[in-house]
């Protein structure tokens, strides 16, 4: 059997959503690859993945990595095999909503902070890309670390994802200067399915709110008619990320790109559009995100913290559009790629199967 290449790009988090289309992408542009995993088992359903996907999976190498320790708990083996290493996409992160600060700061601030430092040792990087979150990093002067009391109550403000997100986010801004690491982050949006083929595999956030409107569980909608949660399609937000080494290179000090489809309508009117698509009523009337929090869940059948979610602003995505036309990247017809996520979330039960 040949051995692959030595890798120029590492992928962290490459078995979650996210980090395996990007590996395909970065695959079917002929880029070796290493997958940074967290057990054979989970290196075998990736590459099982890749094949049903068409990718030629012999440029891909896999290492077994462990983002809350320091090095990447990777072996001396390991870490030799990815010496030729130049890119680094750290999609590593614990998505889930009702998590504790314990189970949250770990893999989502220390861990980001492990991928950046490790970067730091690598001879030849061109640059770090973590992926950052929606709503994320907007602070134009981030602080970090922040007094104990500080980010206690921002935990309680806004929930163990979020909260993590936005220090981890804030300590690798703050700290890849320091250590000469060229940094690029990137906010999506709430990630839909595949363009052409609606194919999920996460079932979070708005597809929460899918599966209630379709199990006829969503009589109030929370929000306003300008309420907007805008999308993006993963194989959209996948090729971005591929092309961010190529076109941020030289660019200072740590740009960051929020990405979502400017076409998104308002909430409710996404909404009243997947209804009509799955044949389903849709809600009755809006309801403020205020009341809703002072609900019983078991009532509002929303988890609290994706309230946080639910807001009128609009987004700055000045440098992710000047990159995405450097690279020639336009988003795909939205409506089509909303129904077809629709259709394919119902065939899987949303997760179930």
């Known amino acids: 059997m040949t051995s692959a290449p030595p890798p120029r790009t590492l992928v962290l988090g490459a078995t979650g959503f996210l980090g395996r289309w990007l590996a ?17 088992d989970r290196a075998l359903a990736l590459r099982r993945w890749l094949r049903h996907h068409d990718a030629d999976d012999t440029a891909l190498t896999t290492v077994s990595a462990d983002l809350t320790r320091p090095g990447l708990g990777l072996s001396p083996e390991d870490d030799a095999r990815l010496t030729e290493v130049r890119d680094i996409h750290n999609l590593a992160a614990r998505y889930d909503f009702g ?6 700061e770990p893999p989502n601030v220390q861990g980001a902070l492990h991928a950046l430092r490790w970067s730091a040792t690598r001879p030849r990087l061109r640059r770090l890309v973590h992926l950052s979150g929606y709503r ?6 981030p602080q970090y670390p922040l007094p104990e009391h500080t980010t206690a109550a921002l935990y309680t403000r806004l929930g163990a994802y979020e909260a993590s997100k936005q220090l981890g986010d804030a300590a690798v801004r703050v700290t890849a200067p320091r250590l000469g690491v060229p940094l690029t982050t990137v906010n999506p949006s709430s990630v839909i399915g595949h363009s052409r083929t609606g194919e999920a595999g996460q079932y979070l ?6 599966r209630l409107l379709h199990r006829g569980r969503l ?6 008619r300008r309420t907007f949660l805008p999308v993006v399609t993963v194989d959209h937000l996948a090729r971005f990320l591929a092309a961010v080494p190529d076109h941020d290179h030289g660019h200072a000090p740590v740009p960051a790109h929020t990405v979502l489809d400017p076409e998104t309508p308002h909430l409710p009117d996404l909404i009243a559009l997947l209804a009509t698509h799955l044949d389903v009523r849709p809600p009755r009337a809006l309801i403020p995100v205020g009341l809703v929090r002072r609900l019983p869940r078991a009532l509002t059948g929303s988890d609290p913290e994706t309230l946080t979610f639910l807001s009128e602003d609009r987004y700055d995505t000045a440098s992710a559009d000047r990159l995405a036309t450097a690279a020639g990247l336009t988003h795909p017809p939205l409506v089509p790629a909303l129904t077809r996520w629709a259709t394919r979330l119902v065939e899987e039960d949303f997760g179930a199967r």
Do not use: I, S, Y
């Open 24 to 40: 395909l992408e970065l695959l079917t542009r002929g880029e070796p690859v290493a997958a940074a995993v967290r057990d054979t």
């Open 99 to 104: 998590l504790t600060r314990a189970q949250a």
């Open 136 to 141: 994320v990093g907007r602070d134009p002067d």
């Open 205 to 210: 956030g708005l597809a929460q709110l899918v």
């Open 219 to 224: 009589p109030l909608l929370p929000g306003t």
